[in-house]
Every structure is written in structure tokens, then in C-alpha cells.
């Protein structure tokens, strides 16, 4: 294990992703607590889902998660590394190495190929661009879109936009993956070979956390968390433990 | 499977996971969004582009026209020397004395020189036309070296010097063969001075250091002292002056011409006037300066207007590239390079432009094209510089957005 310059283990957790005791609240008369003793644990090669209603609280969990907003207080460790400390420009490299984001929208650039889509995943690391295309052919021929490399966005599916998507983020072989209500702009047809495509990288080891509001996908990820009123509601991971 | 799935990946120190965009990278970046928005692209870059094409085209043709001024100039000479009558306040009808072209030509300075006379007498193109359009002509008497003295050139035609002295002729100045209405000589042409038709049998070149001459009609000297009244003083005498300093026979000429009232004499230098308007700035050069000045600032107000709005637009796509690891320095030179690219592209197009214009004229009016280096960087420079500007702004908007609130949009 690495140790710091002065000596003091800097790993505070072995999980691919831990928050503990999270609060997070927003300035208001009185403040808005959006999160309020968030402990939640991820594993590496976990499957998880994060499930809960619209205002539940999850998409500030999300991005308490994905270290894109700080909590007010508690532990967020990514890959071992306690975030709190860390600069803005730090945090911004967790997230380039340590991370990766499928979103809702799927957030893909017009006027770039799949290939130079995915290989944004790469972009902020430094990786050469001979590099980053070789490795983004590979995720794409990962996520099962070996034959539409060089496809701009708008010519592709839906379907096939949120493949680009997750091969993007996990180009850069992320600790996990967050993925927000990746099938919320999907058709039925399309959503279930996306969740295929979750279900095949989970076998390979990959470890994912969804956000959704859809019990029916929740239901079938290995473990669930639900969120409501800003609490973590139930965890069966919690539970399974109890019962054991 | 493999490590992957057991604990503890890479465990690299936090302050190793630094986010790293190379200096390559940060140029593909900024072209991305010009390129995939190609059209926004062409007008945004548009203002800047009128401003330098403006900038380059007035700089490069004042400066062409400026060296053609110049160029003629070398071709006509500066050592001609305009002598006339008149002078002082009070010299009245003044007049060179008969002798004052035989004396001037003894100036040993003096290389060439030669005279001319009025003669009493209006040219028109036939005698049909009514006696008062005259259309402002005059008629002299001139010797045969007066076009070579003056480093004139004959259009159409010959000049008096091969014509036998007593045959009377005509030769037609520039302006006066345009206003009698002789384009040229391909059929015998008369023109009508005093009671007699005379042929013509040369139109002049113009005459940049004697207008005056240009709206003349010359007779030969001795034909016209048969035909025509003609007075006895020399109107005008040209000398042109070899060897020595110009303003030493300047200072001659009065008293050698006429010894008894050399004030009366006008010495001038015609050079001096075309010197002295290639040395001036036009004020038409400085008002279009001006306006491409004006282009050139709201290109860029355009441009900043313009990446405003595409930081509002992009928000989306700057909320990603913080999810992906740029840091907000990273956004901020993305914004920046977009900017200083739109308005580079202004640039080039607005030199291309500029230069192919200055090219089109110069064409037009026979000139060697001169396109002052200054103009051209300077020009360039400054479009980089108003997009760095421009860019400015929204850049630091673009970088201060919180990730969060970029990918809510």
C-alpha cells in the first residue's frame, strides 16, 4: 500500500466507492438538507442500483458520488482516497482516472465519430492520440458497436448512442462506473439490451452503480438501494448482511 | 475477472491523478467546436474579416498608388525648372524678354531647354462650332525639343520635330485632343484655328509635370508666325538641368532671363507638387483606416457575443468535460482557443481579401502592388489579439460553472 509523504497511510477505505455520514445541504431559509447519513458502500466488481423517486435525493447523491459537488460533511472516499481534502483541479483528475459518467442524455458530441466520442474519456489524462483511438475501438467493440466506429451521433440509435456512451466510460478503466437513468431516453427494445450490456460488463468484473427511479430495473441488479426523503431507505446488501 | 474485480486498483496517490491536457489536445479541442458548427463559424468570423480586408486593402493601395506616384516621378525627373513671367505685387503685365530663351539655354548647367509662345487665336473642332466654346484650349507656339525636353511621350501620331518648320500643322495636348473630340489619327483630321483648318498630325501623351500643356494645341513655331499673331515674349520656358546643384541654377535663372527686372521671373520646381502629394497621407486613406478600425472592433464585439452564447448553449457539453477530468483551466482554454480561432480565420480570409482587392486595382491602374509588411502582420496580430479579447469573457464564464448546474441544462 502507498503511503504519503509523511508517513500516514493515505487509503481511508478498500472499497471501489464509500461515503460515510454524508450531509449535504443547499442555502436556504431554513437549508434544504438534501442528504442526511448517507453510509453506502461499493465494492469492487459490485452491481448496484440507487433507486428512489424524483426529489428523493439521489441525483444530489449522484453527484456527491461522482465528485462533481462536495458534501457538507461526512467521508467520500473514491478508490480508497479521501476526496474532502483535495483541490477543484484534483478532484478533476479523480474523475479523469478514477470515474466514469453514462448520463440520461447521453451527452455525446455532434460532429465527432463514435470512436472520437469515446476517446474524450481518454482526452483529460494526457493519453496520445494514437493511444486513445486504439483503446476506443476496443470499448466500442466492448459495448458491441465494432461496426459503427466511425458514425457520427446523430446517425446512430438511441440504443446505440448509450453504448457509445458507456464505452466511454469505460475507456479509462474507471474504479466505477455511475450510470444516471441510463435507459430514461430509451425505448423498451433499446432498454433491455442496454441493461444486457450492464449486466455482461458486471460479469466482467466492471463495477457500476445505477441511478433510476424504475423499480422494475432496480429489481433486477444484484443489490438495490432505495432513497427517500434524502436517507437511504433500504439497502438489501444491509439486509442480506443482517439475515446472514 | 482478474484485479480488476479484487480490491484495491492502480493505488496511485490522489495527487498523481492529475488531470493533463496536452498542448495538442488543447488545439483539437478549441476546433471542434468551430467545426461542428461551420456556418456560425463562417459569420461569425465575417466582421473580422471586413475589418482586414480593410485594414490591408487601403494600407496596400495607398501604398501602391503612393509607389506609382514615386515611380513616375523617378521616370519624369526632378530637375525640370518651370520659368515664367510674373512675380511681385505689382508686376503688372509682365512679360520675359524675347532674348530669355537663348539665355537660359547658355546656362551651362542647363542641358536641354525649350519654349513656348501664345498665339493669339482659339482652336475649335470645325468651323461650325460657335465662337465662344472654346472649351478652355489655348494654341502655342512651341519649339521642336518640347516633348523631349519635358520627357513626354507622343499617344498617336508625331510630334512638330518631324515636321518641316513651316508647315502648318497641329499637335494636340491630352486633355485638348479628349475635348475636340480626336480619339485618333487614323483618318486625315482638321481642326479649325482662327480663319484656317490645320491638320493634325499628333496627340501628346499627358504631361504630369506641365498640365498646362495638356489642354494645348501646338503649332510650330514658324508656321505660326506666318499664320497667326503671335506675341514676341515667351509664355514659358523649360529647363532641365544636368549636373550641379538644381538650386544653384535656380538661383541664376531670374537674372539671366531678364538681367533688368529679375523679379519679375517665376522659377518653379514642377516635381516638388507630386513629391509633396506622394508624401501626404490621403484623408480618404485615414477615414477608411477608421472604418476598418470600426469593422474590426465589432468583429470582435461579434465574436464575444458569439461565444456567449455558445458557453449558454454548451453547457450540456461543459458539464461533460467536467465529469470526463477537465479541470476548469481546461474549459477556460477550450473558450479561448475557440475564440482566438474564429477570429484567426477572420484574419486570414480578411488578408486574402484584402490582397486579392489591392491586386484587382492595382491591376486596373497598371500599378506594381506594394503590400507593406506592417499591414499585413499588424493586421493579422490584431485579429488574434481581439479574439483572445473576446474570448476572455466568456471563457471565464464558461469555466466558472459549477459541473453540477452544467449538466442539469
Known amino acids: 500500500m502507498r503511503r504519503r509523504r509523511d508517513g500516514r497511510d493515505e487509503r481511508v477505505s478498500g472499497a471501489a466507492l464509500e461515503l460515510r455520514d454524508v450531509l449535504k445541504e443547499f442555502p436556504g431559509h431554513p437549508p434544504v438538507r438534501a442528504l442526511v447519513d448517507v453510509s453506502l458502500r461499493v465494492d469492487h466488481g459490485e452491481l448496484v442500483a440507487v433507486v428512489g423517486p424524483s426529489g428523493s435525493g439521489k441525483s444530489t447523491l449522484l453527484n456527491v458520488m461522482g465528485t462533481l459537488d462536495r458534501p457538507t460533511s461526512g467521508l467520500v472516499a473514491v478508490d480508497g482516497v479521501d476526496t474532502a481534502q483535495l483541490s477543484d483541479d484534483v478532484l478533476s483528475g479523480v474523475r479523469s482516472r478514477r470515474i466514469g459518467f453514462v448520463f440520461q442524455q447521453f451527452f455525446l458530441l455532434e460532429g465527432m465519430s463514435a470512436v472520437d466520442n469515446v476517446a474524450n474519456g481518454l482526452l483529460y489524462q494526457g493519453v496520445s492520440p494514437a493511444d486513445r483511438r486504439e483503446r476506443s475501438i476496443a470499448a466500442l467493440e466492448r459495448v458491441g458497436l465494432g461496426h459503427r466506429l466511425w458514425h457520427a451521433p446523430n446517425h446512430l440509435s438511441g440504443g446505440e448512442r448509450q453504448r457509445v456512451a458507456v464505452a466511454r466510460a469505460l475507456v479509462h478503466d474507471p474504479a466505477f462506473v455511475l450510470a444516471d437513468e441510463p435507459t430514461g431516453n430509451l425505448d423498451s427494445r433499446s432498454t433491455g439490451a442496454v441493461m444486457d450490456l450492464i449486466h455482461g460488463l458486471h460479469a466482467e468484473g466492471t463495477t457500476i452503480v445505477v441511478i433510476t427511479h424504475d423499480p422494475g430495473i432496480a429489481e433486477a441488479l444484484p443489490r438495490q438501494v432505495s432513497v427517500l426523503d434524502g436517507r437511504i431507505e433500504h439497502d438489501s446488501a444491509l439486509l442480506a448482511g443482517v439475515a446472514s | ?409
Open chain 2, 1 to 409: 475477472m482478474t484485479a480488476a474485480t479484487v480490491a484495491p486498483t492502480g493505488a496511485a496517490p490522489a495527487t498523481a491523478w492529475r488531470s493533463r491536457l496536452r498542448p495538442g489536445d488543447v488545439w483539437r479541442v478549441g476546433f471542434s467546436g468551430p467545426r461542428a458548427r461551420k456556418s456560425r463559424t463562417a459569420l461569425s468570423a465575417l466582421g473580422v474579416s471586413i475589418g482586414i480586408a480593410a485594414l490591408v486593402g487601403v494600407l496596400g493601395l495607398s501604398e501602391s498608388s503612393k509607389s506609382a506616384l514615386l515611380d513616375d516621378i523617378a521616370r519624369l525627373g526632378t530637375n525640370l525648372l518651370t520659368i515664367e513671367a510674373g512675380g511681385g505685387f505689382g508686376a503688372g503685365d509682365s512679360a520675359l524678354p524675347d532674348t530669355a530663351p537663348v539665355m537660359i539655354d547658355r546656362i551651362p548647367t542647363v542641358s536641354a531647354s525649350s519654349a513656348a509662345w501664345a498665339v493669339e487665336a482659339d482652336v475649335y473642332r470645325s468651323e461650325l462650332i460657335p465662337e465662344g466654346e472654346t472649351g478652355g484650349l489655348q494654341v502655342v507656339a512651341a519649339e521642336d525639343d518640347l516633348v523631349s525636353t519635358l520627357n513626354g511621350s507622343v499617344a498617336d501620331g508625331v510630334y512638330l520635330d518631324e515636321v518641316p518648320g513651316d508647315y502648318p500643322v497641329a499637335v494636340l495636348g491630352s486633355v485638348a485632343a479628349e475635348r475636340l473630340g480626336v480619339t485618333d489619327l487614323d483618318r486625315d483630321t482638321y481642326v479649325q484655328i482662327g480663319d484656317d483648318q490645320v491638320q493634325v498630325v499628333g496627340i501628346l501623351d499627358e504631361f504630369p509635370l506641365a498640365a498646362d500643356l495638356d489642354r494645348s494645341v501646338f503649332l510650330p513655331v514658324d508656321a505660326a508666325t506666318t499664320s497667326y499673331d503671335l506675341e514676341d515674349s515667351p509664355a514659358v520656358i523649360y529647363a532641365r538641368v544636368d549636373g550641379g546643384d538644381i538650386d544653384d541654377t535656380r538661383e541664376v535663372v531670374p537674372g539671366t532671363a531678364d538681367p533688368e527686372n529679375p523679379e519679375e521671373v517665376t522659377v518653379s520646381r514642377p516635381s516638388d507638387a507630386l513629391e509633396a502629394q506622394a508624401a501626404a497621407d490621403d484623408a480618404l486613406t485615414t477615414l477608411f483606416l477608421g472604418l476598418g478600425a470600426v469593422a474590426l472592433l465589432v468583429g470582435g464585439i461579434g465574436i464575444a457575443n458569439v461565444m456567449v452564447i455558445a458557453v449558454i448553449e454548451r453547457r450540456g457539453e461543459i458539464g461533460l468535460r467536467r465529469a470526463l477530468g477537465a479541470t476548469r483551466a481546461h474549459i477556460r482554454r477550450q473558450f479561448l482557443t475557440e475564440a482566438v480561432i474564429l477570429s484567426a480565420l477572420g484574419g486570414v480570409v480578411g488578408l486574402v481579401i484584402g490582397v486579392g482587392v489591392t491586386y484587382a486595382y492595382a491591376a486596373t491602374q497598371g500599378w506594381r502592388v506594394i503590400i507593406p509588411n506592417e499591414a499585413a502582420a499588424g493586421g493579422f496580430a490584431a485579429a488574434l489579439v481581439i479574439g483572445a479579447v473576446a474570448g476572455l469573457y466568456p471563457a471565464m464564464r464558461a469555466a466558472r460553472l459549477a459541473p453540477t448546474e452544467a449538466l442539469r441544462g
